[in-house]
């Protein structure tokens, strides 16, 4: 394990990160791009190797490694931003700046997802640059809810249904609301244990009864 110092903390052990760098975060990519292509549509994400510091879970810390890097300003919600142990990985991995606004971010990621900010307070890119909005990295979800949603759009064939938990209690009137600006607006991407899942913004939500 490698050791960063904070100014006046006492020094934080870093955990490894992937063990084949290149072919880990090669096939990690490919997840994420079927993920999103295929919105709704779980996709395997290999997280054996991997023990990030808490909460920070492994499938979150798979994701970062494969699309945090220098150029790419993140956001860490307030549980994953009161550990000094999770930033500390995450710079060292990946080189990422944290900021401190959610609007600053290319990538925001979240562990309570029950508490996330409104979608809206992230960068929904603008007319000329769309692709310069954020993308929500929601972690620790578990692909089964009361409710569920009806996707439409590119990508999926007729119909697709979906569900996933926790989230807050507005967050599908929140992604109605963006898939109405596209070709503006963030693209959400769900972590759960080993598998993810992607709505980008092109993507239409119906939402069905509990």
């Not at 990160?17 to 072919?23: A, K, T």
């Not at 709704?40 to 994400?45: A, E, L, S, T």
Request: glycine share 6%.
């Amino acid at each position: 394990m490698d050791t960063l110092t904070a100014v006046n903390q006492e020094p934080v052990q870093i955990t490894p990160g992937f063990q084949d760098p290149v072919h880990e975060a090669q096939a990690c990519f490919r997840a994420i791009m079927n993920a999103t292509a295929r919105p709704g549509i779980r996709q395997k994400i290999s997280i054996s190797d991997l023990a990030p510091p808490a909460p920070l879970t492994p499938t979150g810390a798979a994701i970062a490694l494969t699309l945090f890097d220098y150029d790419t300003p993140i956001w860490l919600d307030k549980t994953l931003m009161a550990s000094e142990a999770v930033k500390a990985f995450l710079r060292f991995h990946t080189g990422a700046p944290i900021v401190s606004e959610p609007v600053e971010a290319a990538f925001a990621l979240v562990a309570d997802a029950t508490h996330l900010v409104p979608i809206a307070s992230f960068n929904q890119g603008s007319a000329e640059y769309p692709d310069r909005s954020t993308t929500v990295i929601l972690t620790g979800q578990n692909f089964k809810a009361k409710q569920s949603v009806t996707l439409t759009g590119p990508g999926v064939k007729d119909t697709e249904r979906f569900e996933t938990s926790p989230l807050p209690p507005v967050f599908w009137d929140q992604v109605i609301s963006n898939a109405k600006q596209f070709p503006r607006g963030v693209d959400l991407i769900f972590a759960g244990d080993g598998e993810i899942a992607a709505l980008p913004r092109s993507s239409r939500i119906s939402i069905q009864e509990a």
